[in-house]
């Protein structure tokens, strides 16, 4: 006698018996192990004097001498202290008694970009300096794999014609920290949610696949990180028809909205010659440099008056300088008031002079 068996049946074990397939991880909202007991940076900054005595634990990545100014200030005990920067904020980090380094992390040159990279999970005890700033007396720490606390989407951009050096980390609610690694300019903006979610979404259909695009000369490169699931997976996605040129286009758009209102010098280069004063302005410089991104001219003959604002900018950060310390030779950028004569080399009247150190 044949029993006949219902089609459900079957399909079920055909199922059962197929093979495994093997998912493309999807990002979801995140709640890694790694953000455990974890406070902000931004958090501790708000409020030093509630943090000041008590143990913390921050995940954040290695700054070197706050190559980037996140921190804010000069170092609070000694020139050879380091930064970290979560996205929220920056802090400087001192080696406590017995403290031996970080675990399994590579060389860390304070004065090297490249380390800037290297993720930190950090457990140490608040302090505050003798100026005031509040810093981390480091217990122990380790290099670790992931993004700071609350952070679901990092962007790297880079290449173009221009250079770009660029991060931008993204919250789940739209807080956005975008970076200039080549200026050292970053801001703190928002962006809308249903968008955050909407290019994880689409990022995330894409994770395995590694790459996305094809590489063309001259054109912008982006490496996206999310989680998905305890671990990060990162996407490099070229600019161009791909599946994802909707999502560039909201990613740049991300990227312009975060430069609204920054301000950039005129022009960036090396004084080449400096005349003394003439009636009422303290002398000029002759600048000559190339038009980068953001800069408007590659050579300048620049007047300083006393209204002038000259800073040095260094690894502690911005001190004030004077006539004085401008020497040919230096590398500087210089951002114009009042009307610019366009011949060539353009005339202008600086209203500010950043002494930079190479």
């Known amino acids: 006698m044949k029993r006949w068996l219902p089609s459900w049946m079957l399909l ?40 000041e005595g008590r143990e913390v634990t921050v995940v954040a990545y290695y ?67 003798p100026a005031g700033q509040p810093y981390i007396e480091v217990i122990e720490g380790e290099k670790v794999e992931g993004l700071p606390p609350g952070v679901v989407l990092r962007v790297r951009r880079t290449g173009t014609l221009l250079g770009l050096d660029e991060e931008l980390m993204v919250q789940e609610d739209g807080a956005a920290y975008l970076l200039d690694r080549k200026t050292a300019y970053g801001v703190h903006f928002s962006v809308e949610p249903e968008e955050v979610a909407r290019v994880l979404e689409q990022v995330g259909e894409h994770l395995s696949e590694g790459e996305v695009g094809t590489p063309i000369p001259d054109t912008a490169v ?64 002759r600048i000559e440099g190339s038009i980068a991104e953001g800069t408007e001219y590659d050579k300048a003959v620049v007047s300083v008056t006393e209204e002038t604002e000259i800073v040095r900018r260094g690894p502690e950060g911005e001190v004030q300088a004077t006539f004085d310390d401008l020497q040919v030779g230096q590398w500087v950028e210089a951002t114009f008031v009042g009307p610019v004569a366009e011949s060539y080399p353009v005339q202008a009247t600086a209203g500010r002079i950043v002494i930079l150190e190479k």
Request: charged residues 20%.
């Open 12 to 51: 079920l074990g055909l199922v059962a018996c197929g093979p495994a397939l093997t998912p493309t991880p999807t990002p979801s909202s995140p709640s890694p192990s790694l953000w455990e007991g974890v406070v902000s940076i931004g958090e501790i900054l708000s409020d030093p004097e509630g943090f």
């Open 63 to 129: 700054r070197g001498w706050d190559l980037f100014g996140e921190a804010g200030s000069g170092p609070p005990l000694t020139r050879s202290d380091v930064a970290v920067a979560d996205g929220t904020g920056g802090i400087y980090i001192v080696p406590g008694e017995g403290f031996g380094g970080f675990k399994d992390a590579p060389p860390l040159p304070p004065h090297q970009p490249s380390a800037t990279e290297t993720l930190l999970r950090i457990r140490g005890v608040v302090r505050i300096g």
């Open 222 to 285: 982006y490496d996206f990180t999310l989680w998905a699931g305890e671990t990060v997976h990162t996407l490099r996605v070229f600019e161009g028809e791909s599946p994802l040129a909707g999502t560039i286009d909201v990613i740049s758009r991300w990227f312009d909205q975060g430069r609204t209102g920054q301000e950039q010098p005129d022009i960036r280069g090396t004084i080449t010659a400096i005349d003394p004063s003439q009636g009422e302005i303290l002398g000029t410089l």
